[in-house]
């Protein structure tokens, strides 16, 4: 089985459980936290793929982080998922719920990348239009990268909009190379 299709199975249960008890919108911010510290954490990526660490030793210890974190049905979750030996699909499978619970709740991540960081008011102003374009609750995260130059890049989903002065300057070259106006 693929780890697109185990992941879906997995992330589906915990979102159709979380649904039936209605504690989605809490176990969506438990999920949220946990991928956070599993992505920031080398370490704990690497306990968990780890062949030769007992399946308790790993429940005893994502028990110890997470216990004061996290709702009881979210730790269990994980618990469950170590002992159905995918602790290595863990991350894939939070991914794959996160994207099952914005698809249900109407939410589009957005990532934007500009060359300076935003003012509150130009984030606020960019989710807006973002918003009213999709008819989509948008959840922005932004990002610096001085190499752009100037503009923005924009990603939802698979759609990038690449607005950035470096990326103009590229056309350009490419352009003016095409026309044997310059010499590479």
Do not use: C
Not at 113 to 123: Q, V
């Amino acid at each position: 089985m693929s780890v697109y299709s185990v992941s879906s199975r997995f992330a589906t249960a915990l979102l159709q459980s979380a649904s039936e008890k209605n504690i989605s919108g809490a176990v969506s911010a438990d999920v949220e936290l946990i991928s956070q510290t599993i992505t920031a954490s080398k370490e704990l990526r690497n306990l968990l793929a780890s062949p030769v660490l007992k399946e308790s030793k790993k429940a005893e210890i994502i028990e110890e982080i997470f216990k004061s974190k996290v709702s009881a049905d979210s730790l269990n979750f994980l618990k469950f998922v170590i002992r159905k030996n995918r602790e290595n699909l863990l991350h894939e499978i939070l991914k794959r719920f996160i994207e099952l619970w914005n698809s249900k709740n109407n939410i589009l991540s957005a990532k934007i990348t500009s060359a300076y960081k935003l003012e509150e008011s130009e984030k606020k102003h960019i989710a807006e239009v973002l918003e009213k374009y999709t008819g989509k609750k948008i959840q922005s995260v932004f990002n610096i990268d001085q190499k752009i130059i100037g503009g923005f890049v924009l990603k939802i989903g698979d759609t990038v909009i690449d607005g950035s002065v470096a990326n103009q300057l590229l056309v350009l070259k490419k352009k003016l190379l095409e026309e044997n106006l310059i010499v590479n």
